[in-house]
């Protein structure tokens, strides 16, 4: 009888880590790459059109996703982003058409790779 309790409180045990683990996500434990698609709602136009100007707002927030390239890769590729008309291609151009010197070049975002 002892083996089948051992055996389900490591069951237990595993699923809370998971869930733990789970929970934190790309950007952060208290949101989501949806929520946080909301913050470059200034991004719009650029994020369609690879020809339009990136507005200092959205290079001021996709700075902050920068810090996190996991975070801003899944804000991308978001389904709050895609609703919105974003054009992950596109999208992802933003840093270096900011200028950013520290961007993540290279970083894989889904099937595109960041330039």
Do not use: H, W
């Amino acid at each position: 009888m002892e083996g089948p309790i051992k055996f389900l409180c490591l069951v237990g045990f595993v699923v809370l880590v998971s869930i733990a683990v789970e929970g934190a996500g790309e950007c952060g434990k208290n949101t989501t790459p949806d929520n946080e698609a909301f913050k470059l709602a200034s991004c719009a136009t650029a994020a369609q059109d690879e020809n339009a100007s990136v507005s200092q707002s959205c290079c001021a927030q996709v700075k902050k996703f920068g810090q996190n390239p996991s975070c801003l890769c899944a804000v991308l590729l978001s389904n709050t982003a895609k609703m919105s008309g974003v054009n992950p291609q596109i999208a992802i151009t933003i840093p270096k058409r900011c200028n950013f010197a520290n961007r993540p070049v290279g970083y894989k975002c889904g099937p595109y790779t960041l330039p």
